[in-house]
C-alpha cells in the first residue's frame, strides 16, 4: 500500500542520484502516484552531466538515441550538435525537470551518507548530509557508475603549487589554458577531449600516457533549428530501433560471421563502418569482433592504419598507433575523437609514454618523470572513476551480520541482476555493477532498468509485499552468467575498467553484463514474469515467506 500521510513512513520510495536514471525513476513513480523524493549531492539535475564540466566534454552517443523518449520532451527541446557538448545537456536536464515537474521532489546538495533497514517495519531510514532523515519502504540509488573520481596515487602530488584539476570534479567557472604550461595525465574518453581542446590554446600541452586510445572518428554535425525540427520523424523511429539493438544505437552488430566473408567482402564492411563515424566501428561491428581474434585483429589492422595516416611526427606513430594492438580492438572502451591525432602533429604538444618514462613524483612545479622534470601552471587528472562499484561500495549501508556491500563485494561480486545485493532487502540500484548500462547507450538502459525497477515496486505494493530480499544462490548464479558471457569473449584480454583493472587493489573481475540489452531484458522480464523466484517476498499480513 501506498504510504498515507501520518504513517511512521515518510515516503514510499527515497531515489538517489539525478542522472537519466533517477530522473527517469522520479517520474515514473510520480505518475503512479508514488510519494517519492529525489536526493542528489550536485547542483542541479543530470548527474554526470553536473560534475563533468571539463572543456570539450561531450557525449559519445548520436543526440538521436541520447535522450529520454517521451514525446513530450523530445518534440520540445532542441539540439544543436549530432554529439551535445555538457553546454547543451544541462539545459536540456533542466527542461526535463521543468516538463515533468520534477523540481518540487528533488533536493540538490546533499549527499547520502548512510541508511539502515527495519525490520521489525521493513522500512529504510536515510541519512543525508546536510542532516535530512528520511524513511521510505524503498530505496533506489541510481548514482551512476562513473561516480568516484580516482587520483593517481603519485608522491609529492599534494606539493604542486599551480593549478590541478580531475575532470570529473571541474571547478563551474570556466578554466583557461591560455598560455599556459598544461599536462595532462591519462588518454581515456575525458583525456582525449581535454587533449583536442588544450591543444588548442596552450602555450605548450604535455600528455602523459600510459596506453593509446583506440579513439574512432566522431563525425561531428551542427543543426540549425529548422534542421533538427525536420530530423524529428528519424530520432523517433532511431529511438524505436535502439530499444531493440545490442548497444542501445540506431545500428546493431551484424551477425555474419567473419571467417565466412570473402577478402573483398571484409574490406567492404571494414570500410563502410569506418565511413559511417561514430561508434559504427565498434557497435555496429561484426559481433565476431568480440570473440574472434583474427576478426579483431583485422578492426585493429584497420584502425591503426586509418589513424596513421594522420600523425606527422615520426616519433609518435609506435606510439599512437602501435604496430601490434596493444589490447583487443573494442575490449578497452574506445571513445570518439574530433582532431585528437592531429593535435599531435602541432608544436606545442608533446607526448610522453609513461611505460618508458614513468612518473616519479610531482614537485611544487611540474612532474618529473623518467628523470626529466617539466615544469606547468596546470596539471589535470583524466585519470578516471573506480567504476560501476565505486558509488555503492562507498556507502554506510549494513546487512543484518554487519557487512557494507564493498565487505561483500570485497569477497565476490554479487547481484541480483545487477539491480540487488543479497542481506539488504527493498534496496535496488541502476548503473551499477553487473547491469549492461556501462556497456549501453545511457538513456537507453536508464529506461531499461528504471521501467523494471518501477514496476517491481509497484508490483509489490499493489500485492502487499513489504519485504523483498534477493537470494543468496540467485546473485551467484547471475554473477556466473555474467563471468561466463565475458570469458568466451575477448574482453578479460585487456587491461580496462570493464573489467576493474584500472584501481589499483581491485579485485580483476567483469564488471558490467556484457550480454547485450536484449538478453538482459530477457533475463529481468522472465524473472518478474515468473513471480520473482530469485528474491524471498514477505507480505503485510503474513510475516513468513511467500511466493509472489
Ligand atoms: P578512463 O577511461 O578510465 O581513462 C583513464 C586514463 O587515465 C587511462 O588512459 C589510464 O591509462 C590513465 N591513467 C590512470 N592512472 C594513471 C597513472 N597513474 N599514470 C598514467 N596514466 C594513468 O577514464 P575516463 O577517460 O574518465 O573515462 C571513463 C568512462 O567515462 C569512459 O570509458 C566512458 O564510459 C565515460 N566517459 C564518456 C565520455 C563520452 O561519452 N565522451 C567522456 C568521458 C567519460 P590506462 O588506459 O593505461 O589505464
Redesign the pocket.
Known amino acids: 500500500m501506498k504510504a498515507e500521510s501520518g504513517d511512521s513512513i515518510d515516503l514510499d520510495v527515497i531515489v538517489v542520484g539525478a542522472g537519466f536514471s533517477g530522473l527517469y525513476i522520479l517520474h515514473e513513480f510520480l505518475k503512479r502516484g508514488y510519494r517519492v523524493h529525489l536526493f542528489d549531492d550536485g547542483e542541479g539535475p543530470g548527474g ?1 552531466w553536473d560534475r ?1 564540466n571539463y572543456p570539450g ?5 548520436e543526440v538521436w538515441v541520447y535522450q529520454f523518449t517521451d514525446p513530450e520532451i523530445r518534440q520540445n527541446f532542441t539540439f544543436s550538435e549530432k554529439f551535445p557538448s555538457w553546454r547543451e545537456l544541462k539545459p536540456y536536464f533542466n527542461f526535463v525537470a521543468d516538463k515533468w515537474e520534477l523540481r518540487p521532489h528533488m533536493t540538490f546538495g546533499t549527499r547520502l551518507e548512510g541508511a539502515s533497514f527495519d525490520n521489525a517495519e521493513s522500512l529504510w531510514t536515510a541519512r543525508f548530509s546536510d542532516g535530512t532523515v528520511r524513511r521510505a519502504r524503498h530505496l533506489v540509488l541510481a548514482m551512476g ?2 561516480t568516484t573520481p ?1 587520483f ?3 608522491p609529492g602530488i599534494e606539493t604542486f603549487a599551480g593549478e590541478s584539476y580531475h ?2 570534479r571541474w571547478p563551474k567557472g570556466e578554466v583557461s589554458f591560455a598560455g599556459k604550461r598544461v599536462a595532462v ?9 581535454t587533449i583536442q581542446e588544450a591543444s588548442k590554446t596552450a602555450d605548450h600541452l604535455t600528455v ?4 593509446p ?1 583506440l579513439a574512432l572518428p566522431m563525425g561531428q554535425e551542427t543543426y540549425s533549428e529548422q534542421e533538427y525540427a525536420k530530423m524529428g520523424p528519424l530520432i523517433g523511429s532511431a529511438m524505436e530501433y535502439s530499444k531493440k539493438t545490442f548497444g542501445g544505437f540506431a545500428y546493431d552488430l551484424d551477425s555474419r560471421p567473419w571467417a565466412d566473408r570473402s577478402p573483398a567482402e571484409k574490406d567492404e564492411a571494414l570500410r563502410r563502418n569506418w565511413d559511417q563515424k561514430g561508434f559504427r566501428y565498434w557497435l555496429g561491428a561484426p559481433s565476431d569482433m568480440f570473440f574472434d581474434e583474427e576478426c579483431n585483429r583485422d578492426h585493429y589492422y584497420f584502425w591503426r592504419d586509418e589513424v596513421r595516416k594522420r600523425i606527422k611526427k615520426e616519433s609518435l606513430i609506435e606510439l599512437l598507433a602501435p604496430t601490434e594492438p596493444p589490447h583487443p580492438f573494442g575490449a ?2 574506445p ?2 575523437e574530433q582532431w585528437y591525432f592531429d593535435a599531435y602533429n602541432q608544436e606545442n604538444v608533446d607526448l610522453i609514454d ?1 611505460n618508458a618514462a614513468p ?1 616519479e613524483c610531482i614537485t611544487e612545479s611540474g612532474i618529473v618523470a623518467g628523470g626529466v622534470a617539466r615544469e606547468f601552471d596546470c596539471i589535470v587528472y ?4 573506480d ?1 560501476c562499484t565505486g558509488a555503492l561500495a562507498a556507502l554506510d549501508i549494513k546487512d543484518a551480520a554487519g557487512r557494507t556491500i564493498k565487505d561483500i563485494w570485497d569477497e565476490k561480486y554479487l547481484t541480483y541482476l545487477g539491480k540487488m545485493v543479497p542481506g539488504f532487502p527493498n534496496l535496488l540500484f541502476t548503473y551499477a555493477l553487473q547491469s549492461p548500462s ?1 556497456f549501453l547507450n545511457g538513456p537507453t538502459a536508464a529506461e531499461l532498468e528504471g521501467d523494471w525497477v518501477v514496476n517491481t515496486v509497484a508490483k509489490f505494493e499493489e500485492t502487499g509485499v513489504h519485504r523483498y530480499e534477493a537470494n543468496l544462490d540467485a546473485a551467484h548464479r547471475w554473477a556466473e552468467k555474467c563471468n561466463e558471457v565475458a570469458n568466451m569473449s575477448l574482453m578479460p584480454k585487456a ?3 570493464y573489467m576493474g ?2 584501481v589499483p587493489g581491485k579485485r580483476p573481475e567483469i564488471q558490467p553484463f556484457i550480454g547485450g540489452q536484449l538478453a538482459y531484458k530477457a533475463a529481468l522480464d522472465e524473472e518478474m514474469d515468473a513471480g520473482y523466484p530469485g528474491m524471498t517476498l514477505a507480505t503485510s499480513s503474513v510475516s513468513n515467506v511467500v511466493a509472489a
Not at 595525465?185 to 577531449?193: D, K, L, N, R
Not at 602523459?208 to 596506453?211: C, D, H, K, N, S
Open positions: 554526470t563533468n566534454a561531450r557525449v559519445d552517443s557508475s562513473t580516482i593517481p596515487k603519485i575532470c570529473a595525465i591519462g588518454t581515456g574518453a575525458s583525456g582525449v577531449q602523459y600516457q600510459r596506453t586510445n578497452k572502451r571513445c570518439l609513461v612518473i583524466a585519470t578516471g572513476f567504476n556501462a587491461k580496462s575498467w583493472a584500472n
